[in-house]
């Protein structure tokens, strides 16, 4: 994947959105839809992606593109797969339709919770697309309530840093296994701020046949209350710190794509995100050190998952 | 062709002729008999659909509203539980204006829980944005099948064919089929429409709207169910058209109600369903006897035919309404509170009184149709009565 060439693809997602300074999302979605020149059609689950490129009468999409609800993103996806092998099956597709790709994008929230059941019925289904879930760690559309995937000692807005309890009490779900257990074709994490590596991912997943999983890291400034700028620096920063792998999984065979040659102390990942102030203070070095296991434990678990090959 | 066919069977039936691109269905009782049956379609190579076995009713709908947006015609089945699930995704398809066809069995609602007939689900789906048709019979229920998409695709608005969950799901009893060519014929091609397939104009669908746009979206919806009271009864006319059999009785349907003796009545029972057999029964007894009875069947639920009804209604004095839902801290029964305001408004001085029955499915025989003419021929009546209830 050349960076030059999917630069100079006409963008899919285009500018006049409202999505905040420094945010992931448009990053991710230019990125994932620049890796093919394959026609796609986008399903958007419901949260500040969909909000913020569609208010009518204007949209940002020059792809078709459809919302229905917050949990069903997957189904939809379903059901447009069905409708383009019933339409093959009865000749009704003609030129480029025939080759259309489904790409759908979902939060953190639209994947690991509420949207969790249509995602892993339509992996078990076998339907041919691309679920592409936009993790920024929690509900930042209504204004960051903790999710599933919201980190160990997080500070959101239903998880907050109290006298008594410093953040979120508990791990972050694994969904990037709980979806490799589906034995799909493909599945892969990444980042904005990894260019080569998300689009070879994203074009990988987007040209496999049957279900294909992306999971990517989305800063979030506005509710991390971090830096408008720094964005790209945490994502390096959760890779340096393994507190997200550069990984991926095709037919069952796990890959680490990048190792840090020196895995960097969790506090690297932790600073200028205020959503973790209080971890850093001595009162709660123990949630931070607990959160800092958590991290090794998976790095550990998918190194050996990679070593199996 | 006549075929001895149940509910469901007839209504998978209509559906392999109508070979829809997609049906995307998940099993429940009283309705499972119909994905069922279109399975074996499928699997035998009888049709060309692709059939989704989704995991839920929420994800059955979810899929019909991808499928139709991409211009594909998508049909699903379910009942109860599994009609509540979907309530979320009903009103968005009814709101982006998706022309799917839904075949409901019409069962309770648990607590507690009870797997048999009544109105409790359909009747929460009223205001969803769904075109709302109930069938009284298998051969109903077969003929709204085929008359839901013409529907659909002309008001570009989704369509619930309504039938009773095992009196009439489970019915088994002649069927009047047409032959494929005169089904396919009579359903013919959807229209063109802007999908999500078209790549030249990609379409933007399902995206937020602000206080500024979002009452005129739904003034379109409620300006489509205004027109959809004509389409309904011109589809109904043209399937009478292809139709060899006999509609001159009262079942016709260029009209969204069916009137069973009600010309000279006194006294009239409206009725959604099935039940208007027992009703009309009744009526022919007392007849016998001299006494002037009728019976309406409110076959088109939404639009409501507030007209029709009047109409019917003519100068009879008293009139029964019958509901199969339980008004929970209400008035009355939603059929019951919908006439009535009819009443009211054109200042018809018409007694009416509500009868609750057949919940959960209690029995609802004749002679308890007949009970309910006796109630309404005494001169004070109470205005909320349950029909065959214990103690």
């Known amino acids: 994947m050349n960076l030059k060439t999917a630069a100079s693809r006409e963008s899919r997602l285009v500018g006049g959105h409202r999505l905040c300074p420094g945010c992931g999302l448009g990053s991710i979605v230019k990125q994932v839809l620049s890796s093919t020149d394959a026609p796609i059609v986008v399903v958007n689950a419901t949260g500040c992606l969909e909000i913020c490129t569609s208010a009518f009468p204007q949209t940002s999409w020059t792809v078709p593109w459809i919302h229905s609800l917050f949990e069903n993103t997957a189904a939809v996806a379903s059901g447009l797969n069905a409708a383009h092998k019933a339409f093959a099956r009865k000749n009704k597709l003609t030129g480029k339709a025939k080759h259309l790709k489904i790409v759908a994008f979902a939060g953190d929230g639209g994947t690991y919770d509420i949207g969790l059941q249509a995602l892993s019925g339509a992996l078990e289904r076998g339907t041919d697309f691309t679920f592409v879930c936009l993790d920024n760690e929690g509900y930042m559309n209504t204004g960051y309530q903790r999710s599933s995937a919201s980190p160990l000692g997080a500070a959101t807005s239903t998880s907050p840093a109290g006298n008594v309890l410093a953040g979120k009490q508990t791990n972050r779900k694994d969904i990037l296994g709980i979806v490799a257990a589906h034995r799909i074709p493909y599945a892969a994490q990444s980042t904005p701020a990894h260019h080569l590596d998300l689009l070879a991912k994203a074009k990988k997943a987007i040209e496999t046949p049957g279900p294909a999983f992306l999971n990517v890291f989305s800063p979030c400034p506005t509710n991390w209350k971090s830096p408008t700028a720094a964005g790209m620096e945490i994502c390096k920063a959760a890779v340096e710190t393994n507190f997200w792998s550069l990984v991926e999984i095709e037919n069952s065979k796990w890959k680490l794509n990048y190792q840090p040659k020196e895995r960097k102390p969790i506090e690297e990942f932790l600073r200028n995100q205020k959503r973790f102030k209080h971890l850093l203070a001595p009162e709660n070095a123990e949630i931070k050190n607990r959160l800092q296991t958590e991290v090794d434990e998976r790095f550990t678990e998918v190194c050996k998952l990679a070593a199996l090959g | ?391």
């Open chain 2, 1 to 391: 062709m006549q075929k001895i066919l149940t509910g469901n069977e007839a209504i998978a039936e209509a559906m392999r002729q109508i070979e829809p691109d997609v049906v995307a269905a998940y099993p429940i009782t009283p309705s499972t008999k119909i994905p069922e049956k279109f399975s074996e379609f499928v699997a035998n190579g009888e049709v060309r659909t692709e059939f989704v076995a989704v995991e839920s009713e929420h994800s059955a709908m979810s899929a019909c509203i991808g499928a139709a947006a991409a211009g594909a015609r998508a049909m699903t089945a379910t009942a109860s539980q599994g009609l509540a699930l979907m309530h979320e995704v009903l009103v968005n398809a009814g709101g982006m204006r998706l022309p799917i066809v839904l075949a409901n069995a019409n069962r309770a609602l648990s607590a507690p829980l009870s797997i048999h007939g009544d109105h409790s689900d359909v009747m929460l789906e009223r205001d969803s944005g769904w075109i709302q048709i109930f069938a009284g019979s298998p051969q109903e229920a077969y003929d709204l099948i085929l008359q839901a998409f013409p529907i659909a695709e002309k008001v570009r608005l989704p369509v619930m064919i309504c039938f009773d969950g095992f009196e009439t799901s489970h019915l088994a009893t002649n069927v009047e089929i047409l032959s494929d060519a005169t089904a396919r014929k009579f359903v013919g091609q959807p229209p063109k429409f802007p999908n999500l397939f078209d790549l030249e104009k990609p379409l933007t669908l399902g995206g937020y709207t602000s206080p500024e746009y979002f009452f005129e979206a739904k003034r379109g919806q409620f300006e489509a169910f205004e027109s959809a009271r004509k389409v309904v009864t011109e589809v109904g006319a043209k399937f009478e058209g292809i139709n060899p059999r006999d509609f001159s009785g009262g079942a016709s349907y260029i009209s969204p109600i069916e009137t069973f003796e009600t010309k000279d009545a006194e006294i009239i029972l409206i009725v959604l369903g099935s039940a208007a057999g027992a009703a009309q029964v009744a009526a022919r007894n007392l007849r016998k006897a001299g006494k002037k009875v009728g019976v309406i069947r409110v076959r088109t639920f939404r639009p409501f035919p507030t007209e029709e009804i009047l109409a019917a209604c003519g100068k009879s004095k008293k009139i029964g309404i019958l509901d199969r839902m339980v008004p929970l801290g209400s008035s009355g029964g939603v059929l019951f509170n919908e006439i009535n305001s009819a009443f009211f408004a054109a200042k018809a001085k018409t007694e009416t009184a509500n009868f609750i029955y057949g919940i959960g499915q209690r029995q609802f025989n004749p002679e308890h149709a007949t009970e309910i003419f006796a109630t309404l021929a005494q001169a004070k009546f109470p205005k909320i009565n349950f029909v065959n209830l214990r103690g």
